[in-house]
């Protein structure tokens, strides 16, 4: 009970970042304007993976955006969906879909070039998943960048790569009874294990 409060209260609080980038756009602090822009990112690595890790029995998709604060912050909201089967031992099936999204800061730490359209990120998430059984809830540690490939006039594409370290929080009690087992998979995370990794390649479109 204490870790789902302590997750709720950690999602309400990352989760109100991203609307301070909508409330920025016609501040200034320096001459350079508190918001620069916004970016859509379609995740093409993650789905790849999944499928391949799975065999082709579980898919997963999702999409991200970004607000680039202030040159260096980017509060940041991933949504995705995950459905099909996964697989325990060579003959035990399960059932696995649900949503879930994450919410989180990520920093370039580059000083030497502070308004280049290109970044490299580091920083944390919280991500909750949503299944018909439970809800679960969890901490990532993640590092990539962000690169301006192509610019028409007023928008921008980019490319890039994030790395993910996870840490589950609502981990499985000992002596649980089988009719109470948890989901062995959890939408977005994984596998449930107390700390797993990914890997998401994504293009994104500036606007």
Known sequence: MKRKILCSILVF????????????????????????GMVIKLDIGTPAVTAGVS?????????????RLINRLYPTLELGYAGGKTQKGDSIFYNAHGGYFRVGLDINPLKKH?????????GIRIGTGFQPKMTDCWGEV???????????KNT????????????????????VPIEEMYPIYIPGFGNRENVGWGV????GWKF
């Open 13 to 36: 609080v990352l989760g109100s970042l991203p609307c301070l980038a909508f409330a920025a756009d016609s501040l200034k602090v320096a001459n350079n304007a508190i918001y620069q």
């Open 55 to 67: 065999k082709g029995m579980l898919q997963q998709y999702e999409l991200a955006m970004n607000w």
């Open 200 to 203: 998401s390649y994504h293009l």
């Open 142 to 152: 993640v590092a990539g960048c962000q690169v301006e490939v192509a610019k028409v």
């Open 114 to 122: 502070p308004d280049s359209p290109h970044a490299l990120l580091v």
């Open 156 to 175: 921008a594409f980019y490319m890039g790569w994030m790395g993910r370290l996870k840490i589950l929080f609502t981990r499985q009690k000992d002596g």
